[in-house]
C-alpha cells in the first residue's frame, strides 16, 4: 500500500503539506493547472526553495488579489463542484473543509451552514487544502500516518481578536489526537494544517513499517530560531492490503457504549433521537447481561472526535448510566455522492455510492420517497422502484447531476 508519514516536528500547516508533497515527487505543474480551475480570480502558485536553519525545503507561495466579504461552507463547495477535480479529489477536499466547518461551528455555537470561513475561507487557504488532496491523490497515497502535533504556545490574533494557542479551532480539530510540548512562541499549527492531516491520518504516532521510496520536505513561512520550520514526509509503502482506487476513505471515529438496566424504553428512543440531532454517526442498542443476572440494554454510539463530548453528555443526563465507555476505532467509507432522478411522482434524491471496483450504486433517500408517497397516494415502495429504474435509464442515456456529500458518511 502506498503510504504517507507525516513527520509534524514544527507543526504542520496547509502550505507545509503542499510543500512537503512537491518536495517527495507530486508533480508540480499538473498541481497548479489543477489549481488554476478553482476560478479563484489573480490566484496562482509559486514553488520556491526555502533554507530552514541549516535544512533545505520546498516552500509554496499563493500569490492572490485582496477579496472582500467571507464565504460559507456553500460556497466553497461549489468553487469544488466547478473545479476539474476528480471524485476522489472533490471528495476528500469536501470533507476537510467539513470537518473545519464542523469546528468552526463549535467554538462559536452556531450552525455549519452559518459557519462564516474567514481566514480558512481566503483564497490561499482554499489553495492549501485542495493543493494538499491533490499532492496526495497525485503520489497515490492509499493510507496517512503522522507524529503527535506540536502547537507551540502564546497567543496569536485572527478576525476575531487575540486567541491563545493553538487557536480554537484548532484546539477543536485536534481533539483525540496527540499533541506534542514545544517551547516555541509561536502558532506552529494551523486550522488548515490541523483539518488536513486529522481527516486523512489512521493513526498518530511513530511511523508505520513501511519501506520508504521518497522524503520530502515543506517549508513553512516564518524563521524560527529554536529549530528548522519543516515539515518532513515519509513516501513508501506498507505490507497492508491496498483498497481499489475507488475504495474511500480510512477514517478514525469514536464509539461510545453503556449498558442500562434500569432506563425505559421511551428514554432510551428519545436519547437515540437526541444523539443523532447532536451529530451522531450512528444509535443502536442490542441485548446485554449485567450483574445479578439483569437483563439490560446496550447503547452503542458512533461519532466524531468533534462531536464526542457532546455525544457522552447527553449519554450522562439523559439515562440512569454512572459512566460510558469510549475508544477510538477505524472505519472504512465509501464515496458517495448526492444524486437527484425524475420520476412520475416528482423528483427524488437519492445516494450513489462506489464500489471498491468503482461501480455506482443508487440507494433512493427514505424521506423523499416517504413524501412522495404520502403526496400522491402511492405505496411507499412503488417510488422505490420507480427511483430505481428512472436511475438506470438516466444513468444509460447521461450523467447524473451530482453533488458532494463529503463528511456526511453513516
Known sequence: MKTAYFDCFSGISGDMILGALVDAGADFERLAAV??????????????EAKKGRFRGTQIRVETQPEQGHRHLRHILELLERADLT???????????????EAEARVHGTTVEKVHFHEVGAADSIIDVVGAVVGLDLLGIETVYASPIPTG???????????????????ELLRGVPILEADVPFELTTPTGAAVITTYA?????????????VGYGAGSRDIPQRANLLRVLVGTSQEAAPAETSGFLEQIWMVETHLDDTSGEIVGYTAERLLEAGALDVFTSAGQMKKNRPAVRLTIL??????????????????????????????????EAASVATPWGTIQGKIA???????????EFESCRNAARKHGIPLQTVYRQAAEAYTAETAATPLQTTPRAGNHS
Open 35 to 48: 489549481i488554476a480551475t478553482l476560478g479563484l480570480p489573480g490566484c496562482r502558485l509559486v514553488r520556491e
Open 87 to 101: 471524485p476522489k479529489q472533490r471528495e476528500g477536499a469536501a470533507a476537510v473543509f467539513r470537518r473545519l466547518a
Open 153 to 171: 504556545h502564546g497567543s496569536i490574533r485572527i478576525q476575531h481578536g487575540e486567541v491563545a494557542i493553538p487557536a480554537p479551532a484548532t484546539a
Open 202 to 214: 489512521r493513526r498518530f504516532g511513530p511511523p508505520p513499517t513501511m519501506t520508504v521510496q521518497g
Open 303 to 336: 461519532c466524531r472526535t468533534e462531536h464526542l463530548r457532546a455525544v457522552e453528555d447527553i449519554v450522562l443526563t439523559e439515562t440512569t448510566t454512572l459512566g460510558v465507555r469510549r475508544w477510538p476505532v477505524e472505519r472504512r467509507v465509501l464515496q458517495r
Open 354 to 364: 462506489y464500489t471498491p471496483e468503482g461501480k455506482p450504486r443508487f440507494a433512493p
